[in-house]
């Protein structure tokens, strides 16, 4: 029976979030398909990381372990992963697109020959499914069908998947050691890529009061500031309130910041570019205050208000503190 196959990744001995958000992409499209699904990660299965898999339980999780790939490379993972393809013979191999993704996974896509679907950003569940990418910064969406008989690989954009919350279900670990040799790899492994150093990092808040050009001038910042002290949120913006230089660059959330999937994310003053909400349309609850009822920021929100922000936010501020007693 084929199955739907994901791909998890790890750094710093730590499962990465984006690959839960892989993980639940899996299951959207196994429910869809009828397909199980089944994880693998490398690693041996002594290593703790695998207690601490959750969400929907996968029918099978395998741990591949060599020495050779203790250190990344892009020719012992093309390897190795093919090998556990070819072993495993899945419908669909889902990736979380990370830089170690853009690196390796073309590569193995094209050794079956085939191509990778890269940067998903939805599923519209049929039989074949639909898989939406954004072109133009997220001016375009396009749809692809993937008309093949063999193998399907595709990866998913950061923040466009709802990790799955945990559920009970029993899991097989099982250990997958591939076939590898030292001639095939034909570069030594270097110091992991990292991205720049942030002291904010956006994606790890489960709420954001985000602020954009409505906030008018640097000095009201305060104003939405005191609000996300209140809710114990994290600030973010727009683009053009960082461009200012009113906030750093690395609150910045759009195509050209963070892409950020948190619980709550309030949106004040903001307009709704399609830039920016190619950043934030992941998130669980969206709320939105702007003067502008036609705002394209209402279109994607749950819960809208239009009004005068300089009065809506102090007295949602002052709700929330009475609200906690403050």
Same mark, same amino acid.
């Given at each position: 029976? &084929? ?12 499962? &990465? ?25 490398? /690693? ?6 695998? /207690? ?43 990736? +979380? ?57 595709? &990866? ?7 990790? =799955? ?12 050691? +591939? ?21 904010? =990092? ?9 602020? #954009? ?40 959330? /759009? ?23 190619? /950043?934030?349309? #992941? ?8 003067? =502008? ?13 239009? #009004? ?19």
């Amino acid at each position: 029976m &084929s199955s739907v196959l994901v791909f998890l990744e790890a750094k710093h001995n730590e499962i &990465s979030r984006i690959s839960w958000e892989a993980m639940a992409a899996g299951h959207l499209l196994g429910s869809s398909l009828g397909l199980p699904v089944d994880l693998a990660l490398v /690693g041996a299965t002594n290593n703790p990381i695998f /207690g601490t898999i959750h969400g929907k339980a996968p029918r099978k999780v395998y741990a591949i372990d060599h020495t050779l790939l203790h250190g990344y490379t892009a020719d012992g993972y093309t390897a190795a992963c093919a090998q556990l393809i070819e072993h495993h013979k899945p419908a669909y191999v889902v990736f +979380p697109h990370t830089y170690q993704v853009r690196d390796f996974a073309p590569k193995l896509a094209t050794r079956f020959k085939q191509v990778l679907i890269s940067d998903v950003t939805g599923i519209e569940t049929g039989n074949p499914p639909t898989f939406i990418r954004q072109l133009l910064q997220g001016k375009l969406n396009a749809e692809y069908h993937y008309a093949g008989d063999a193998v399907c690989f595709l &990866s998913v954009q950061a923040g466009a998947f709802r990790a =799955d919350a945990k559920e009970p279900g029993e899991t097989i670990l099982e250990p997958f050691l +591939p076939s590898l040799d030292a001639a095939q790899i034909r570069v030594q492994a270097g110091e992991p890529f990292r991205a720049s150093a942030q002291t904010v =990092d956006l994606n790890s808040a489960s709420i954001l009061v985000s602020v #954009g050009r409505g906030i008018k001038e640097q000095a009201n910042l305060p104003i939405v500031e005191e609000l996300a002290a209140a809710l114990g949120a994290e600030l973010a913006a727009s683009r053009p309130i960082c461009d200012a230089g009113w906030l750093p660059m690395e609150r910045q959330v /759009g195509s050209s910041g963070q892409t950020v999937a948190p619980k709550v994310y309030l949106a004040v003053g903001i307009s709704g570019a399609i830039q920016h909400l190619v /950043g934030m349309k #992941g998130s669980q609850c969206i709320v939105a205050i702007n003067k =502008d009822e036609n705002a394209p920021i209402f279109e994607v929100a749950d819960y809208g208000i239009v #009004g005068d922000l300089f009065e809506i936010v102090p007295a949602l501020t002052a709700a929330v503190r009475k609200a906690k007693g403050a």
